[in-house]
């Protein structure tokens, strides 16, 4: 799974061909969730104050993100997204 950003100790990654509805995963630590792009729906558990970093980033990055899904479902090359400064 290609990672697509990563920032203050989070990993975000993007599966070639995943199911929908759109999303991407999100590892910290022993903690790995998954959170749709369009309205954010997390599955699985994080604290809280790493979760508020992957909503910050998320509103940021919503567009691109639909960009890399796209191309992720092509199975083509993934581009790297900005991290949260």
């Not at 759109?22 to 590892?27: E, G, L």
């Not at 104050?49 to 890399?68: G, N, Q, S, Y």
Request: charged content about 30%.
């Amino acid at each position: 799974m290609p990672q697509i950003s990563a920032f203050y100790g989070l990993s975000i990654l993007m599966n070639f061909k995943d199911h929908t509805p759109p999303h991407f995963h999100v590892w910290y630590g022993e903690y790995k969730i998954t959170v749709t792009i369009k309205d954010g729906i997390v599955e699985g558990k994080m604290p809280a104050r790493a979760l508020k970093f992957v909503f910050e980033w998320l509103e940021l990055h919503r567009d691109e993100l639909m960009d890399e899904w796209e191309k992720a479902q092509k199975g083509e090359t993934l581009t790297k997204i900005e991290p949260l400064k």
